[in-house]
């Protein structure tokens, strides 16, 4: 019996072999009444299957089947492979599959919403096709994202979502390399763990609650608990009213906690090692997946250094001045700040992504431990990507006294987060951590210009469905 074989496998060593394929019938064409070609689609690449009437095999019925399948349905193929003398145009692999038996598993409807070769064109195909006076379909955004089930089968979309994967297997694997434990903390809790407005409020059995902003207080909780050193991938949600190219209502959050034994610098040194980890690992392992995303939104691959450069506040504040930029030394910086800062860092440092540190204490969250030799200045870091924002980590206040202070005077109730405050009552160990935005972390890696574009199915002000 012929074996099943992967599309992206077939080549011209299993040339004569017979082959068994599953696939989606991506185009099909026929040539008189005696031949129909069939390109075959799995997981992004594509072969070209030949369907030909011979008396002893196939039916001049089997043609006009094959030629009037609908587009997307799936389809067993069975057949033998041959290399033909010329480059196959309009398929990934330079091999065909000559046709003795195919099955339609599942049929798709005939006129589909959106068209997987139309949702796959980049900018300059489709620049170049209008001008050679084709018509063409240009497909939207929203409209892709309502048809998200086709629009995740180009090329390009099966590439960024193998590449997410890759993120979160390898900060997994590199965390648990480093003695981190894996916790789940709860997403129903009963008060804001960031402050500010962005909460999803909810009834849970009578009393007022709310969807987790972030795993913050209870990872912090678990290393009081004597975990030490533990991680978290999961769902986190923002009540976000901006609609925006990198805000969501709900994205995937990768959260770091650990004990700090002199200096937050060492939070620093796990978060520098791990993105040089993560990065030098899609570059190894996805090469195929990236150039399907850079064929459709060409990009540059990302300049990063093995050692991760550190900058503080106070110094990329005098970067700014220094290139005529106005900013406020105790202030937050800005969108166009930070994209101006990431422009001054890669000329003088060569590199697109780094770690800023040394905030001022007004602009982070209550739970942020301030500098000890300069209050109005904390020990906290934002880290950018191509001048954008993808992690923010900090030392956090351990002692139960200033906590509530900082609470207070950041006009939190501290009654909702008793239970919180109370935890590093027992003994708590000082501890600092970070929170990554997964699919921040993809649109920037890849250089894309929206966030909907790496979220399977984006959660923003407008879109909850499908
Ligand atoms: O900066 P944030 O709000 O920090 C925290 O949640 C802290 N608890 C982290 C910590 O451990 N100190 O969020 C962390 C990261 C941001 O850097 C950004 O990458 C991403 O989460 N993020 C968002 N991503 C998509 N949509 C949004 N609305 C986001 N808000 C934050």
């Not at 008396?55 to 193929?77: N, Y």
């Not at 981190?180 to 962005?198: Q, R």
């Not at 899609?282 to 450069?309: D, G, H, I, M, W």
């Not at 770690?355 to 200045?377: G, N, Q």
Request: net charge negative.
């Amino acid at each position: 019996l012929a074996e099943w074989t992967p599309v992206g496998e077939l080549s011209e060593a299993l040339k004569d072999r017979e082959v068994l394929v599953r696939g989606r019938a991506q185009t099909m064409r026929a040539v008189g009444k005696k031949m129909a070609f069939v390109v075959v689609r799995e997981r992004g690449f594509t072969v070209q299957c030949v369907v030909t009437a011979k008396p002893e095999a196939v039916s001049p019925q089997m043609v006009k089947f094959v030629a009037g399948l609908s587009r997307e349905s799936i389809v067993d193929v069975h057949g033998v492979v041959s290399v033909p003398g010329v480059p196959i145009k309009g398929a990934s692999q330079q091999v065909e599959i000559q046709v003795s038996k195919l099955y339609c598993v599942s049929r798709a409807i005939p006129t589909l919403p959106i068209s997987i070769e139309d949702a796959a064109r980049s900018e300059q195909e489709i620049e170049e096709a209008s001008q050679a006076g084709e018509q063409l379909v240009r497909v939207n955004q929203d409209t892709r994202l309502n048809y998200r089930v086709l629009d995740i089968r180009t090329p390009a979309n099966q590439g960024i979502f193998r590449i997410q994967s890759q993120v979160g297997t390898i900060f997994r694997q590199f965390l648990l390399s480093e003695g981190f434990v894996e916790i789940h903390s709860p997403k129903l809790i009963a008060g804001s763990s960031e402050g500010g407005s962005a909460v999803f409020k909810l009834d849970y059995k009578g009393h007022p609650a709310c969807l987790a902003q972030s795993p913050q207080l209870h990872k912090q909780m678990a290393v009081c608990g004597d975990f030490g050193r533990v991680f978290e991938i999961g769902p986190v949600f923002r009540a976000e009213d901006s609609y925006t190219h990198r805000h969501l209502c709900e994205f995937i959050g990768l959260d770091v906690e650990m004990e700090i034994k002199k200096h937050y610098s060492e939070v620093m040194g796990v978060v520098g090692r791990l993105f040089v980890a993560i990065f030098d690992g899609l570059n190894a392992n996805c090469s195929t997946e990236l150039a399907a995303v850079a064929r459709q939104y060409p990009f540059e691959p990302l300049k990063y250094l093995p050692e991760t450069l550190r900058l503080t506040f106070e110094e990329g504040v005098q970067m700014l001045k220094a290139a005529g930029f106005e900013v406020d030394p105790y202030g937050d910086l800005n969108t166009e700040a930070e994209r101006k800062l990431g422009q001054l860092v890669l000329e003088k440092y060569d590199t697109e992504f780094y770690i800023l540190h040394r905030y001022p204490l007004a602009v982070r969250p209550f739970y942020t431990m301030p500098c000890y030799d300069d209050s109005k200045y904390s020990n906290s870091f934002d880290v950018f990507i191509r001048g954008e924002e993808i992690i923010s980590g900090a030392q956090r206040i351990h002692v139960p006294e200033l906590l509530s202070e900082r609470a207070r005077a950041c006009g939190i109730d501290a009654n909702t987060i008793s239970t919180y405050i109370d935890s590093f009552r027992y003994g708590a160990p000082p501890h600092g951590g970070f929170g990554v935005g997964l699919e921040r972390v993809v649109m920037l890696f890849c250089g894309l210009n929206n966030i909907r574009k790496t979220s399977l199915f984006p959660r923003d002000p407008q879109r909850i469905a499908p």
